[in-house]
């Protein structure tokens, strides 16, 4: 089996990389480091069945050799991410989705879309069934997120009945685990961060919102088990187990034994009040469940950030220098190259937009990270 992961090295693609790697499949990893570390996939670099490039999935992409899947995760997840480079992130859920998609049928693959639990937006029905079509602002922050994968998972879907490719959606719930940047803005990172560093926890709103929160490896099997069937979706993949914003801040200071206090900052806008997903589907259809609890994960989570190059870890992306897969051996560089599709990337060929990336267009104020942006959050 060979698998193009596209988004590899990011939290989820490098998990992703090192679970079909150990179990003898050929991988190429694609990702542009936005928002993904080189570090992440360093440890398969050596690995003669791995291969990293560095390219940009909106890009149409050129890979040598026969491909039997293609998992599409490109694109920036966490809130602070999609939020700072708003262009960007509605063309990674369109270009690089019809580029992926592309790719997937020229090679007759199975073509599998992570989605999210963000396409059903801040949700009237609770709990979140696949049926439920969804409560989203169109026009709102979060928009250059939830309305680009919406357009992903409609463009998927519209591969699947007319040119006949092998999709396959899932929409993934709240997930954690290893490998989050601590820079990420998500809450786990920024309490856990917090909570290790002593500084006060940065409770949005009231704190009586609720998440899901999935570990990462219950997270991989759902994806591996999508992957090798031909199941269309779309499939939640999260755990059920849910709990307010507020429990979670007291379960980091707990599990750290950190002397943190809770402060309370301003709700971001449009932020989903309730989040818990039906995951029926996935049991049937896949045979799958979460099995680690959230006491365990975040144990887990916070013994990976106390290594202290985590702890330290700065930002990366195109924030703050791009990290390159230039300097590490086994690392190829994919110049673009977009035959056929001029008109539809003409303006990153001219540079137009990528000549965006870097600059912070997020109210950091509402939207803080774990570490320095934080405490400036806090204010
Ligand atoms: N949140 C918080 N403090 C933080 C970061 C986030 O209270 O430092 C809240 C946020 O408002 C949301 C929830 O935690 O209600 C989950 O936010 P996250 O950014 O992790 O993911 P989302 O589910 O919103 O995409």
Redesign the pocket.
Known sequence: MRTLVTGGAGFLGSHLCDALIDRGDHVVCLDDLSSGRVANVSHLLDCERFTFVEADARWEITLEGKFDAVAHLASPA??PDYLERPPESLTAGSHATLSALNFAHANNARFMLASTS?VYGDPLVHLQPETYWGNVNPIGPRSVYDEAKRFAEAMTTSYGAARGVNVGIIRIF?TYGPRMRADD????T??IVQALRGAPL????N?Q?T?SFCYVADLIRGIVGMLDCSEPGPINLGNPEELS?KELAELVIHITGSTSEITHCP??AD??TR?KPVIEQAAQRLGWAPSVPIEIGIKQTIEWFQHPAEMNAAPTGNRDGRESGRRHRGALVQEPHVPGFGQLYAPWRSGTISAHWGRANTDRRRF?RGGGDTAAGAA
């Not at 803005?185 to 786990?188: A, D, L, Q, S």
């Open positions: 966490s809130p963000e709240n803005g998500r809450v786990i920024n309490f940065t409770l949005y709103g704190g919102q998440r914003m709700l971001p932020d989903p989040r803080p």
